[in-house]
């Protein structure tokens, strides 16, 4: 698939980059590389290769769940501006 001028202007657009007039030719090629190579990659048949999660699959080592720090939420409210019920008061933000 090859691009032209419109092509990669309609896209600079799409993308709200602004784009030097004699870039064009350049992003025109490059993307149109791309494009191509993504094309010869959906040639390839993968039936049979099933899909992983990671490339070796390692397993990621977790810590135990556990509580570290006491619970300060009074202290920390003390300071605060508004508070009912435990629970922070703000300004609503959304009308």
């Given amino acids: 698939m090859s691009l032209d001028k419109q092509d990669v202007e309609k896209i600079a657009h799409l993308a709200r980059l602004a784009i030097d007039e004699k870039d064009i030719p350049n992003y025109a090629q490059n993307l149109s590389n791309i494009l191509e190579l993504v094309e010869q990659m959906d040639a390839v048949n993968t039936d049979d290769v099933s899909p992983m999660a990671h490339p070796t ?6 810590r135990e769940d556990e ?4 619970n300060q939420r009074e202290q920390f409210q003390t300071v605060a501006p508004q508070v009912e019920d ?3 008061l703000v300004p609503k933000v959304i009308e």
């Fill in 86 to 88: 435990g629970l922070y």
């Fill in 57 to 62: 699959d390692a397993m990621q080592r977790l």
């Fill in 67 to 70: 509580v570290t720090e006491t």
